[in-house]
């Protein structure tokens, strides 16, 4: 059933309430805040779920919420966490200070890894190091902010393995290094830029930190005993590569026609209020929650006690976005419905339109709902990518592309590593910005980058 045709718009009023509470609570009441955020994502849900039960009946409901839950939601909090307690055991051990030159250096490797090992990968495998190397500093609120929209996010736009948006792409037929091929000049040329930009606002704070903090650095720098960098719990590597194995079978398993029941076309499996459970889902679930179990049980609890590992960034997690799942129900059906008559036919539409949303909606579905509208408009062009949704203009492509996985870090919320980056920062002591601060940053920074990739790329 398309309930997005007759859902009216303000049906969407529970996902504003949902993004307004995660704005402002924390805000004007921290304390009650962080002990009721799954009441609150549940209040919200509540206040969609009840109306739309009453309308379209437990049998629509059912279905969206498993199409929601099963669908989206377990696949997107297991994936979380078995990279969040895998990189959690690799502990990077080492004197390293936290000097301009040497927080451009890790910037620039966080961002070049991020599409191997996904952008949650990179983020926990190197946000705790950038935070013990700036120790010393009264002023670091920014480096957070820029390892968002680096490691977290634009770093993961060269593979599947990346940023999940291109992993739904890959789903959908589009070649694994097609995006590699074709995107890495623009990451290259907002990774400079960014990097430039960083370093310039790090040296100003830098300045900042006044008499006190630069003989700090400058101790710091000329300390004779320090510790040489080298990492712990290299057997963490290994239950790495088996949830990035997992990923790659969740997408290849489905091309096997071993796996394929012939009366139905797809996977063996069972189907749960109209979603697919198939042997790829299966797989992909049971490996992660292997490697993370592997993960856990072998590496030592002294380890993860240097590495201040907890669990709270990814319980924050799970909890806020079971309410943002649920309530952008109505969001996206909408868009579903009403995405090929917006008006978006060019490069630049694309490239706005899927970004500007996947701000704030999860940019995944965001993705689908644009390749798909894509592959309405067709194309005939002798190098068009051949899809499952149809064929697909390059230049599109790349702007769907680019924009899903850049533009998440314009919000807290538009990719989920965001809120685990800022709730580690937060518990090592770094004051980190409001959901509306950190939006004017991001207005500040990514958004003329993202002008400069309109003109150079998109036009």
């Given at each position: 059933m398309d309930i997005g045709a007759s859902l009216p718009i303000w049906s969407i009023i529970p996902f504003v309430g949902m993004l307004l509470s995660i704005a402002i609570f924390p805000l004007v009441k921290p304390e009650w805040w962080e002990k009721n955020e799954l009441t609150v994502a549940l209040f919200w849900s509540a206040i969609f779920l009840i109306p739309f039960i009453a309308?379209?009946?437990?049998?629509?409901?059912?279905?969206?919420?498993?199409?929601?839950?099963?669908?989206?939601?377990?696949?997107?909090?297991?994936?979380?966490?078995?990279?969040?307690?895998?990189?959690?055991?690799?502990?990077?051990?080492?004197?390293?200070?936290?000097?301009?030159?040497?927080?451009?250096?890790m910037l620039a490797l966080g961002t070049i890894i991020a599409s191997w090992v996904g952008t949650t990968g990179a983020a926990m495998l190197l946000i705790r190091p950038v935070l013990r190397a700036n120790l010393w500093r009264r002023h670091k609120a920014h480096i957070v902010v820029f390892f968002i929209f680096l490691v977290a996010n634009i770093g993961g736009c060269l593979t599947p393995l990346g940023d999940p948006p291109l992993f739904l792409g890959y789903l959908?037929?589009?070649?694994?290094?097609?995006?590699?091929?074709?995107?890495?000049?623009?990451?290259?040329?907002?990774?400079?830029?960014?990097?430039?930009?960083?370093?310039?606002?790090?040296?100003?704070?830098?300045?900042?930190?006044?008499?006190?903090?630069l003989e700090a650095l400058k101790l710091e720098d000329e300390a004779d005993e320090r510790t040489p960098i080298r990492i712990e719990g290299w057997h963490n590597f290994f239950f790495l590569a088996l949830i990035i194995l997992a990923v790659i079978l969740n997408g290849t398993i489905p091309q096997m026609e071993m796996f394929i029941d012939p009366a139905t076309g797809a996977t063996y499996g069972i189907d749960v209020e109209g979603v697919h459970i198939g042997v790829d889902y299966v797989v992909q679930i049971v490996l992660i929650l292997a490697a993370m179990a592997g993960s856990w049980f072998t590496t030592s609890h002294q380890l993860r006690a240097d590495n201040k590992f907890e669990w709270a960034p990814i319980a924050e997690v799970a909890k806020l976005f079971i309410g943002i799942?649920?309530?952008?129900?109505?969001?996206?059906?909408?868009?579903?419905?009403?995405?090929?008559?917006?008006?978006?036919?060019?490069?630049?539409?694309?490239f706005w339109s899927t970004g500007l949303l996947?701000?704030?909606?999860?940019?995944?579905?965001?993705?689908?709902?644009?390749?798909?509208?894509?592959?309405?408009?067709?194309?005939?062009?002798?190098?068009?990518?051949?899809?499952?949704?149809?064929s697909v203009d390059p230049r599109i492509l790349l702007a769907i592309s680019a924009g899903a996985v850049f533009m998440g870090a314009n919000t807290y919320i538009g990719n989920a590593p965001n809120f685990m980056v800022k709730n580690i920062a937060e518990k090592a002591g770094v004051k980190m910005p409001s959901f509306f601060h950190y939006m004017g940053w991001s207005a500040a920074i990514l958004i003329p980058l993202f002008i400069l990739d309109s003109i150079v790329f998109f036009l």
């Amino acid at each position: 059933m398309d309930i997005g045709a007759s859902l009216p718009i303000w049906s969407i009023i529970p996902f504003v309430g949902m993004l307004l509470s995660i704005a402002i609570f924390p805000l004007v009441k921290p304390e009650w805040w962080e002990k009721n955020e799954l009441t609150v994502a549940l209040f919200w849900s509540a206040i969609f779920l009840i109306p739309f039960i009453a309308v379209y009946g437990f049998g629509v409901a059912a279905e969206s919420l498993s199409e929601t839950i099963l669908g989206d939601y377990v696949p997107f909090i297991v994936l979380l966490l078995g990279l969040f307690t895998v990189a959690g055991g690799i502990h990077v051990k080492g004197t390293i200070v936290g000097t301009t030159k040497n927080n451009v250096i890790m910037l620039a490797l966080g961002t070049i890894i991020a599409s191997w090992v996904g952008t949650t990968g990179a983020a926990m495998l190197l946000i705790r190091p950038v935070l013990r190397a700036n120790l010393w500093r009264r002023h670091k609120a920014h480096i957070v902010v820029f390892f968002i929209f680096l490691v977290a996010n634009i770093g993961g736009c060269l593979t599947p393995l990346g940023d999940p948006p291109l992993f739904l792409g890959y789903l959908r037929g589009i070649p694994f290094f097609w995006t590699f091929e074709h995107i890495w000049v623009i990451l290259l040329f907002n990774t400079v830029i960014m990097l430039v930009a960083f370093a310039l606002i790090d040296r100003h704070f830098i300045k900042k930190e006044g008499k006190e903090g630069l003989e700090a650095l400058k101790l710091e720098d000329e300390a004779d005993e320090r510790t040489p960098i080298r990492i712990e719990g290299w057997h963490n590597f290994f239950f790495l590569a088996l949830i990035i194995l997992a990923v790659i079978l969740n997408g290849t398993i489905p091309q096997m026609e071993m796996f394929i029941d012939p009366a139905t076309g797809a996977t063996y499996g069972i189907d749960v209020e109209g979603v697919h459970i198939g042997v790829d889902y299966v797989v992909q679930i049971v490996l992660i929650l292997a490697a993370m179990a592997g993960s856990w049980f072998t590496t030592s609890h002294q380890l993860r006690a240097d590495n201040k590992f907890e669990w709270a960034p990814i319980a924050e997690v799970a909890k806020l976005f079971i309410g943002i799942f649920i309530t952008m129900i109505p969001a996206l059906a909408l868009l579903r419905t009403n995405g090929s008559s917006l008006g978006v036919d060019s490069p630049l539409a694309f490239f706005w339109s899927t970004g500007l949303l996947s701000s704030f909606l999860d940019n995944s579905p965001t993705y689908v709902v644009f390749l798909t509208t894509a592959g309405a408009i067709g194309s005939n062009a002798a190098n068009a990518v051949a899809t499952t949704v149809g064929s697909v203009d390059p230049r599109i492509l790349l702007a769907i592309s680019a924009g899903a996985v850049f533009m998440g870090a314009n919000t807290y919320i538009g990719n989920a590593p965001n809120f685990m980056v800022k709730n580690i920062a937060e518990k090592a002591g770094v004051k980190m910005p409001s959901f509306f601060h950190y939006m004017g940053w991001s207005a500040a920074i990514l958004i003329p980058l993202f002008i400069l990739d309109s003109i150079v790329f998109f036009l």
